[in-house]
Structure formats: structure tokens, C-alpha cells
């Protein structure tokens, strides 16, 4: 005669029951899970940190406006109260106003070059070029190149003219060979010349895009 064995209950239904398979793979999930965060989590927070952190800066004395001769652009060195604010900047003296442009390529961050050739700034990272007020020509670059504020006081320290208009920049008429030129806080601009709080590298002041850079 045929013998039917019994059926064996493996107990797969049974919501109480884990297996050794179950075990393992709960546990790989937790540590994998545990790894991740142990590396995002201050990855992450590192660059929030420095994101949010505000920029200390002050009005800064990069010289006589003597030291920026008319018609030229001069490119200067600029040291600020902290390591971070140490930066070069483009002094540009023509149409009796000047403006100073951060040499900061407004794509991934390297330093343009300026050719007094052709008026224009160029990156040699990605090939951003920029016009002479530093507004995108080419390349990969979001937004212009970003500035500084500026103004003009006398050796004392009494201003003499600031920067009322972004796109025109501070006035040099009135002003002395011997009144000094200071640089204020950075701050990024739109192709039409409008200020924006300061961006990083690859980010866009204006458009969808900008959107994706809550910070």
C-alpha cells in the first residue's frame, strides 16, 4: 500500500517565526543602514555647516584710487578678517565709476584670467568667458561673475561716494587721487546686473533651477 506522508507545518506563516535567512538579512539592512548614515550624516552636515554659516566680512582697504589708474583693470589681492575671505578681486576703473568683480568662475569655482586685449575674463577649468562686466559669453557658467561692494571714503574715513547702482558701480567725479577704495561684502548679480544674496559655484540666482539650492 501507498504511504502518504504527513504534512510538515514549516511554520513560514507564522508572523512569530524568523528564520536564520530573516535574521541575517535584518541585520544586514540595520548595519548597511547604520554605515550609510555614518558616512552621509557628516558629509552632509559639513557642507549645511559651512552653507549656513554666515560670511564674516567687514569694509576692507585695498588702497588709494590712485592705485587703480583710469581706463584699466586692476587685479589685487584682498585678505579678510577670516582665512575663507581671502580672495583676488578685478578693480575696474573706466567710465568714471569703478566696480570690483571677484575672480571666481561662477561654474565649479576656478580663478578667471583677465585680457586687457579684448576687455574680457575667460576660465581655463571648463572655457566660461565672460564679457567685460563679467556677465556669461560662453561655456558652462549659471549666472555673471560675482562682486563685491565698493566704495570710496577719504583717509580719514568719511565716505565719499558709494555704490547707490550695481550696474554703474562708484563714482570717482569729486573724488581725490589720495581717497582711499574699500571692499564691502561679495554678493552675485543676474545678467541684468541686479544683486542677489551670495551664491556658490554652479548655482543659478535666477530660474527653476535655483530653486534646487535651499541654502
Request: net charge negative; aromatic share 8%; proline share 9%.
Amino acid at each position: 500500500m501507498a504511504h502518504v506522508p504527513e504534512a510538515v507545518h514549516d511554520h513560514s506563516d507564522d508572523p512569530g517565526f524568523v528564520t536564520r535567512t530573516k535574521f541575517l538579512t535584518g541585520v544586514a539592512l540595520v548595519t548597511g543602514g547604520v554605515m550609510t548614515a555614518a558616512i552621509l550624516v557628516p558629509v552632509i552636515g559639513f557642507a549645511a555647516a559651512d552653507t549656513l554659516k554666515p560670511e564674516e566680512w567687514r569694509w576692507v582697504d585695498v588702497g588709494a584710487l590712485s592705485d587703480f589708474p583710469d581706463g584699466q583693470v586692476t587685479s589685487i589681492a584682498v585678505s579678510g578678517p577670516a582665512p575663507e575671505s581671502d580672495r583676488r578681486a578685478f578693480i575696474r576703473n573706466k567710465e568714471g565709476a569703478l566696480l570690483a568683480i571677484w575672480n571666481r568662475c561662477a561654474h565649479l569655482g576656478c580663478p578667471v584670467a583677465y585680457s586687457a586685449g579684448g576687455d574680457v575674463y575667460s576660465c581655463p577649468c571648463h572655457g566660461g568667458a565672460y564679457d567685460s562686466l563679467g556677465r556669461v559669453t560662453a561655456g558652462p557658467p549659471p549666472r555673471p561673475l560675482d562682486r563685491f561692494d565698493i566704495k570710496i571714503t577719504t583717509a580719514e574715513g568719511k565716505d565719499v561716494a558709494r555704490q547707490e547702482d550695481v550696474a554703474k558701480g562708484v563714482p570717482t567725479a569729486g573724488a581725490k587721487p589720495t581717497d582711499r577704495v574699500l571692499l564691502g561684502r561679495p554678493f552675485s548679480i543676474d545678467e541684468d546686473q541686479q544683486p542677489y544674496e551670495l551664491k556658490g559655484p554652479g548655482e543659478p540666482v535666477t530660474g527653476v533651477l535655483a530653486n534646487l539650492y535651499p541654502f
